[in-house]
Structure formats: C-alpha cells, structure tokens
T-cell receptor
Framework: AQSVTQLDSHVSVSEGTPVLLRCNYS??????LFWYVQHPNKGLQLLLK??????LVKGINGFEAEFKKSETSFHLTKPSAHMSDAAEYFC?????????????FGKGTKLSVKP | NAGVTQTPKFQVLKTGQSMTLQCAQD?????MSWYRQDPGMGLRLIHY???????DQGEVPNGYNVSRSTTEDFPLRLLSAAPSQTSVYFC????????????FGNGTRLTVT
C-alpha cells in the first residue's frame, strides 16, 4: 500500500535562506511523485512531478526535488526563499495502473518566510 | 483558459439541507475527482470518475453522491448536510490515471450550522 509522510508540519525560514521540505513515501510499484503548493484561499498548483525520468526534477519558481529510491524520499528544495513562497506544500504519490489512479496526499507542510 | 471551475465559492447550509457543488472542466480530461480538505488531515478523496457514466467511491464517500453524465461536468451532491461536512471541497481533473498530474479548482468553502 502506498503512503506519504511529510516530516515537518511547519517550517520557518528567513528570506534569502535555503528551503528544505521533507517527504518520504512507500509504494509497491514505481510511483509518480508530485509536489503541490497551496496559497491561502486558493486551489492546489502543481510545482513539479517525477515520473521515472531524471531523478532531479526542476519545477516552477526555482523549486526542485530529488527522487532517491534507496531512501524512498522526494525532498523539495529551493536555494533562496522569497516572501511569496509562504504557503502550504503537499507531497503526493500516485501509483500507475488500476481503475482508481488515486493520489495519496501528505498532510502538508506550512512554510513561513520571515523578512 | 478556464481549467477547472467550481461554484459556488462559499456556501452556508443548515443541518439537513441538501445542495449540489458544481465542477466543470474544459480540458477534455477523463479523470475527475472530489476531495475535502480539513485542518491537519490533508486532502481526502470523496468520489472519483474515470470517464462519463463511471463513478466510484473514494476514502470518505458517506453523505455524498456524484454523477458523470458528460466528460465536462462532475457535480457533488450533499444529501442531508451535517456539521461534520463543514470543510473546503476541491474538484480536480487529469488526462488519465498513472503519471498525470491533477488540475485543481479554487475550492468551495462549505459551512454547515
């Protein structure tokens, strides 16, 4: 069975410093992995996705994530935080095949950025 | 590009009332789904559909009905609203299952008193 664990419910960084949001997953198959961002009172927006091509995935707004199969991790990083990055971030697993194609969402990490 | 459109944005219901949350997408996506988002719980799947005429239950289907008569529309019906259904509801669609990312609407914030 697939599952997703976001290791921090809240991360606080200063503007201009690096961001690390951690995600571990378990899956019986080769999963697809996604990071979504949700700004207040908005829907979820896709940041990036991994679908078994390059293990280092670049997304929008300077974010990237590295798929590490040996560690079952898919951590999200950004070299330099911006105030506009303050939002909630969700790590998501999707297993291929089957009629459901369900996504399993992590419980989210709220990122705060201090000036 | 409209993408996924949800209406209404806000709704207040009294216990026992019924209502329909509307969801429409203009991307010709086969897969559509409804999620509810509650604090500390992430997103939980209510119902989903892999094509017109096909629907199935997700993780938390009780108290909700869906239908999929067209590719574009996937309404969610609350049969008899309860305070436990106070939540933010998101509709999402994708090209198919597997590696396709979901496209989300902006949500409907529902309060049941």
């Amino acid at each position: 069975a697939q599952s997703v664990t976001q290791l921090d419910s809240h991360v606080s960084v200063s503007e201009g410093t690096p961001v690390l949001l951690r995600c571990n997953y378990s899956s019986s198959y080769s999963p697809s992995l996604f990071w979504y961002v949700q700004h207040p009172n908005k829907g979820l927006q896709l940041l990036l996705k991994y679908t078994s091509a390059a293990t280092l995935v670049k997304g929008i707004n300077g974010f990237e994530a590295e798929f590490k199969k040996s560690e079952t991790s898919f951590h999200l990083t950004k070299p330099s935080a911006h105030m506009s990055d303050a939002a909630e971030y969700f790590c998501v697993v999707r297993e291929p095949g089957g009629s459901q194609g369900n996504l399993i969402f992590g419980k989210g990490t709220k990122l705060s950025v201090k000036p | 590009n409209a993408g996924v459109t949800q209406t209404p944005k806000f709704q207040v219901l009294k216990t026992g009332q019924s209502m329909t949350l509307q969801c429409a997408q203009d991307m010709n996506h086969e897969y559509m789904s409804w999620y509810r988002q509650d604090p500390g719980m992430g997103l939980r799947l209510i119902h989903y559909s892999v094509g017109a005429g096909i629907t199935d239950q997700g993780e938390v289907p009780n108290g909700y009905n869906v239908s999929r008569s067209t590719t574009e529309d996937f309404p969610l019906r609350l049969l008899s609203a309860a305070p436990s259904q106070t939540s933010v509801y998101f509709c999402a669609s994708s090209v198919g299952v597997g590696g396709s990312p979901l496209h989300f609407g902006n949500g409907t914030r529902l309060t049941v008193t």
